[in-house]
Each structure stands twice: as structure tokens, then as C-alpha cells.
């Protein structure tokens, strides 16, 4: 008669491999199974069945084959692993010999790596290399590694900035706090994080650089006004390409809402002219999310598409 275990993990052999539950029937490579640890930690975490070929048919193991597994399993988590992963094991006996488990957590360092450098994710019941930059950015920038504002723009300078814009906010935010007369353009910049003193960062030439597009061309907002209800390329009532720094970007899509909504007489008199369709201060809402909060690790442009409805 089986166990409970035993009845769990034959319902588990049943279904196959998939991006959680991967089986192997015997591991020589600490390497090789440090990748397998990888591939899970980053992708949501799953359980690897050791004594178990790829079909799901139990081989077994015996008790050596365990001792052996396990000190493997904790050299390759603890030496082959950056950083370290601490995975648990269980050994479950079957009639037909015993199956090792090993439960990997997701991890909470993303992105991890194996002792060469690579990043291991599932690929369906298999795994890959992560090899494309974007990916790694992202994955850096979800473990809070990395953020795209603070990323230095190659090419820039001093001459890319709008100095009046600057010394603008400068006097507005800091007023008499900040000493402009001595401290050069790349101090200022540098004291307010926006530059690591030799070229701008992605904040710096969004906020204030004179025409950020010239280096980022993505990063405006593309408006579109359409006659009906659907997204159509060929029938549209006005379109605009929106760049220029994040400020005028706000103003000009902000102007762009406001002459293609329709205006409804709601409370005010025949003689007013009405008030927008959709509150003001949603759309407020609406572009400074859709500005400040997009990935700026995606080269895409933001979209603002009004529809009749």
C-alpha cells in the first residue's frame, strides 16, 4: 500500500515535465545541476525529482546515491550559485526504490547566476541562457539592481541641456539653497543625480535637455485622434508626434486632449464653453503616470488614442 507521498508524487509522474516540475534520473555535475537551480530561482522557483527519468518512470535511488545527491545538491546551491540558494530535499521511498525531491524557492535576488556568469530562466520544461541586454535590464531592474533614470545616456553633455530650464526649477525647488554662482552646469547636475560628471543620465536629458529625442527618438508621445471607435491607420482626425523634454510633452499632449474631447455644457451657463468630457484632473493623472511611470528600459513611444466613445 502507498503512501500518501508516494500517491503525490505518482499524480506529479503523471502529468509530465513543465516549467515547475523538471525530473532527472541521476546528476554527475554540480555545474550542470547549479544551472538547473538558476533556471528556477529566476523564473518563479519548482521542484527537480531526482531517480526519475524523463518519461516519469521511476528508476530509484539507494541510500549511497542519496547521501551522494544530497552533498552535491548543497555544494553546487551554496559554491556553484551566485548568490547562494538554499533549496530542501525530501526523500520519498516508492516500491520501486527511493526519489529524491528538491523544492527550489523563487529567489529574492534576481537575477541569479551560476559560477560562470550566465543566467539560467525555464523555457517551458526546459531552460535557457538569457543573453539580450533588454532582458537582463529588466531583470535587474525588477530585483531593484538597476533603474533606467539613472542610466547614463553615451554622447551627451553640458551642451545638451537647457540651462534656462534648469536654473529655472534650480531657483523654484532649491531657492537661495543652491549656490549657482560658483558651482558649473556638471556640479549642479551631478549634486542633483542627474549626471555621474562626465555625460547626462536618462532623467537628466528627459527633464531638461534641450531636445532629448536626438539621443532617446523613442521616448515621445505619439497622439492620435480617431472619428470612430475603432484603432484604423488609414481614417484618423488629427495626429501629432509629441517630443521635446517630459515637460512639454506633458503641455503639448495635454493641449492635444483638450481640442480633441468634446466640451458638455454640464452645469454652466448657455454662454460658457462647457467643460471637458472627462474630468481635468484625470488626465492629468493619466499623462503623468503614462510620462513618469513607463519603462524606460522599452525603446517604444507612449500612445495617447482618443476614440468617439
Same mark, same amino acid.
Given at each position: 500500500?502507498?503512501?500518501?507521498?508516494?500517491?503525490?508524487?505518482n =499524480?506529479?509522474?503523471?502529468?509530465?515535465? /513543465?516549467?515547475?516540475?523538471?525530473?532527472?534520473q541521476? $546528476?554527475?555535475?554540480? +555545474?550542470a545541476? &547549479?544551472?538547473?537551480?538558476?533556471?528556477?530561482?529566476?523564473?518563479g522557483?519548482?521542484?527537480?525529482?531526482?531517480?526519475?527519468?524523463d518519461?516519469?518512470?521511476?528508476?530509484?535511488?539507494?541510500?549511497?546515491?542519496?547521501?551522494?545527491?544530497?552533498?552535491?545538491?548543497?555544494?553546487?546551491?551554496?559554491?556553484?550559485?551566485?548568490?547562494?540558494?538554499?533549496?530542501?530535499?525530501?526523500?520519498?521511498?516508492?516500491?520501486?526504490?527511493?526519489?529524491?525531491?528538491?523544492?527550489?524557492?523563487?529567489?529574492?535576488?534576481?537575477?541569479?547566476?551560476?559560477?560562470?556568469?550566465?543566467?539560467?530562466i525555464?523555457?517551458?520544461?526546459?531552460?535557457?541562457?538569457?543573453?539580450?541586454?533588454?532582458e537582463?535590464?529588466?531583470?535587474?531592474? =525588477?530585483s531593484g539592481?538597476?533603474?533606467? /533614470?539613472?542610466?547614463?545616456?553615451?554622447?551627451?553633455? $553640458?551642451?545638451?541641456? +537647457?540651462?534656462? &530650464?534648469?536654473?529655472s526649477?534650480?531657483?523654484?525647488?532649491?531657492?537661495?539653497g543652491m549656490?549657482?554662482?560658483?558651482?558649473?552646469?556638471?556640479?549642479?547636475?551631478?549634486?542633483?543625480?542627474?549626471?555621474?560628471?562626465?555625460?547626462?543620465?536618462?532623467?537628466?536629458?528627459?527633464?531638461?535637455?534641450?531636445?532629448?529625442?536626438?539621443?532617446?527618438?523613442?521616448?515621445?508621445?505619439?497622439?492620435?485622434?480617431?472619428?470612430?471607435?475603432?484603432?484604423?491607420?488609414a481614417?484618423?482626425l488629427?495626429s501629432?508626434?509629441?517630443?521635446?523634454?517630459?515637460p512639454?510633452?506633458?503641455?503639448?499632449?495635454?493641449?492635444f486632449?483638450?481640442?480633441?474631447?468634446?466640451?458638455?455644457?454640464?452645469?454652466q451657463?448657455?454662454?460658457?464653453?462647457?467643460?471637458?468630457?472627462?474630468?481635468?484632473?484625470?488626465?492629468?493623472?493619466?499623462?503623468?503616470?503614462?510620462?513618469?511611470?513607463?519603462?524606460?528600459?522599452?525603446?517604444?513611444?507612449?500612445?495617447?488614442?482618443?476614440?468617439?466613445?
Open positions: 500500500m502507498t503512501d500518501d507521498r508516494e500517491e503525490a508524487l =499524480r506529479v509522474l503523471e502529468r509530465g515535465e /513543465d516549467s515547475l516540475h523538471q525530473f532527472k541521476d $546528476v554527475t555535475n554540480e +555545474d545541476l &547549479a544551472a538547473e537551480f538558476v533556471a528556477f530561482a529566476n523564473s522557483g519548482g521542484t527537480i525529482y531526482l531517480g526519475v527519468s518519461h516519469g518512470c521511476v528508476t530509484g535511488l539507494d541510500r549511497m546515491n542519496v547521501r551522494r545527491l544530497n552533498l552535491m545538491i548543497s555544494n553546487a546551491a551554496s559554491q556553484h550559485v551566485k548568490p547562494p540558494l538554499h533549496p530542501k530535499t525530501e526523500v520519498i521511498q516508492t516500491s520501486r526504490g527511493l526519489v529524491l525531491r528538491v523544492d527550489l524557492p523563487t529567489g529574492l535576488n534576481k537575477p541569479y547566476m551560476d559560477l560562470q556568469g550566465r543566467v539560467w525555464k523555457n517551458g520544461a526546459d531552460k535557457r541562457h538569457v543573453t539580450a541586454r533588454e537582463l535590464q529588466r531583470m535587474f531592474q =525588477r539592481l538597476l533603474h533606467a /533614470d539613472v542610466v547614463p545616456v553615451q554622447g551627451t553633455s $553640458v551642451l545638451d541641456i +537647457d540651462h534656462r &530650464a534648469l536654473y526649477y534650480i531657483q523654484r525647488r532649491y531657492a537661495s549656490d549657482m554662482r560658483t558651482a558649473s552646469t556638471y556640479q549642479l547636475l551631478q549634486n542633483m543625480g542627474l549626471s555621474n560628471g562626465m555625460v547626462i543620465n536618462l532623467a537628466g536629458l528627459l527633464l531638461f535637455g534641450t531636445y532629448p529625442q536626438q539621443h532617446r527618438p523613442a521616448f515621445m508621445v505619439k497622439a492620435v485622434a480617431f472619428p470612430g471607435t475603432q484603432l484604423s491607420d481614417h484618423y488629427d501629432e508626434d509629441i517630443s521635446g523634454a517630459l512639454q510633452q506633458y503641455e503639448r499632449s495635454f493641449a486632449l483638450r481640442r480633441n474631447l468634446r466640451h458638455i455644457q454640464a452645469d451657463g448657455f454662454n460658457s464653453l462647457g467643460v471637458l468630457e472627462v474630468p481635468t484632473q484625470v488626465l492629468e493623472e493619466v499623462l503623468v503616470n503614462a510620462l513618469v511611470h513607463r519603462d524606460y528600459f522599452t525603446s517604444a513611444s507612449v500612445r495617447v488614442m482618443i476614440f468617439l466613445d
